[in-house]
Each structure stands twice: as structure tokens, then as C-alpha cells.
């Protein structure tokens, strides 16, 4: 740095370099804003519960294809705050309409969520784990650390969502100190 315009230009250059990101974030705050102003949330929530009742999915098998959807969504959105942020404000209201209680729902997402993390690419510890199995098999690819841990995948999916269905369903334990497995209305005479 030998003058104020070098610091400029640094300066620059550093804020360059964050342009993608803020543009991306713009656009993200539109579609919150958009989906908040225009209450879409609400009606897929109250649609979808509809639909899930009437065609009788209210038990176990609903909760499957809620953790198998988490897992999905997971293989693109890695960082478990942000898919909480993107699922939780359309399927928490639709699953306690249905008549869960949301600390069921959030177990059955944390399921979802952390089975497929060794698995996609786009998980932050993805790049560490690379360079560990580089270091032991030097031709280890992408593709190659996916293949592998598909199985660990898999076991774990269908491992933690049998401790789920035990847990909540054949014992009825609660998921957390003075939680409900179902959800409980204030009309209905429960405060």
C-alpha cells in the first residue's frame, strides 16, 4: 500500500469477490419477503394437511416420506439451519394440523436431515473428508467417497427412523422432556 487509492482498490477488489453472494442474497430475501406477503406458506400448509387426511396418511408412513423428503433436500441444502428455515414454515403447521406436535416433527427432520450429510457434496466437511481419503487412496473421487458411504447412508436412515417409529409410536415415550407425541389444542379443554 503506497497511497490511498491502493487501499481503494483493495478494497475493491475484496468486495468484488462478494458480488455473487450479495445478488444471491438479494433474491433470497425476495422470495421470503414474496412468500411471506403473499401468506403461500399458510395455504400449502392448510392444502397439504387437507390432502394428507383425506387420503388417509396421518400415521408412521407420514412421517417416512416427511424424513425421506428431509433427506432429499439435504443432498442440496446442506447446512441444517437453512433447509429448517425453508421446510419448517410449510411443514410444521401442515403436520400439526394433521395433528403432530412440533417436537415430533423436528426429531423426524433432524432424521432426515442428518442421514444424507455424508452423502452430498455440498456438506461444509465434504472437502476434509476428501483430503482424508486422498491421503489413503490416492485416486478417491468424488463419485468414489459417495459410493462408499451410501451404505452407511442407508443404515442409518432406516436404522434411526425404526428407533423413531419405536419410540413415538409402539412405546408413545415423548421426544423431550414434557413434550406430546400429538398435538393438543387449547379448544379442546388441554392448556
Known sequence: ????????????????????????VFFAAQFVAFFKWTNLGSIVAVKGANLLIDLG???PVLFVGFILVCAFINLMISSASAQWALTAPIFVPM??????????IQAAYRIGDSTTNIITPMMSYFGLIMAVAVR???????GTLMAMMIP???????????LFYLWVFVFGLPVGPGSFTYFQRHNEGVV
Not at 1 to 23: E, L, P
Not at 136 to 142: F, I
Not at 152 to 162: D, E, K, L, P, R
Open 1 to 24: 500500500m503506497r497511497s490511498s487509492q491502493d487501499i481503494v482498490k483493495s478494497m475493491s477488489q475484496g468486495m468484488a469477490s462478494m458480488g455473487m453472494y450479495v445478488v444471491l
Open 152 to 162: 452407511y447412508s442407508f443404515t442409518f436412515i432406516i436404522g434411526w427412523m425404526t
Open 57 to 59: 396418511l396421518t400415521g
Open 136 to 142: 489413503y487412496k490416492k485416486d478417491t473421487g468424488v
Open 95 to 104: 403436520l400439526m394440523l394433521v395433528g403432530y406436535a412440533p417436537e415430533v
